[in-house]
């Protein structure tokens, strides 16, 4: 059974930095693209970031030169570097497989408030 668990949010003021983290379980975790992926109040949820198995990474233009992704396929982690953020990073952010499977974790809030 997949099971993904995400960590690492809080409150931050503008140009703070967060590191999140989302371990998974139940996947041959390497084998698979991860992505962070973010649903701000009132709006759909959206790829923010992804990495694939080989490492090559990608990025929502809103985060590029901000966000970045990486991965330790030794401990079945995927993580988020932001930086620079902004007020409308605020989101629940949620790591799956990209494409998604239809299994989410609970998320973990990031708030930009001055």
């Known amino acids: 059974q997949v099971q993904l668990v995400e960590s690492g949010g809080g409150m931050v003021q503008p140009g703070g930095s967060l590191r999140l983290s989302c371990a998974a379980s139940?996947?041959?975790?390497?084998?698979?693209?991860m992505g962070w992926y973010r649903q701000a109040p009132g709006k759909q949820r959206e790829l923010v970031a992804h990495?694939?198995?080989?490492?090559?990474?990608n990025y929502a233009d809103s985060v590029k030169g901000r966000f970045t992704i990486s991965r330790d396929n030794a401990k079945n982690t995927v993580y988020l570097q932001m930086n620079s953020l902004k007020p409308e990073d605020t989101a629940v952010y949620y790591c799956?497989?990209?494409?998604?499977?239809?299994?989410w974790g609970q998320g973990t809030q990031v708030a930009v408030s001055s």
């Open positions: 799956n497989t990209k494409p998604a499977v239809p299994i």
């Open positions: 139940g996947i041959i975790f390497g084998s698979y693209a």
């Open positions: 990495i694939t198995s080989g490492g090559s990474t």
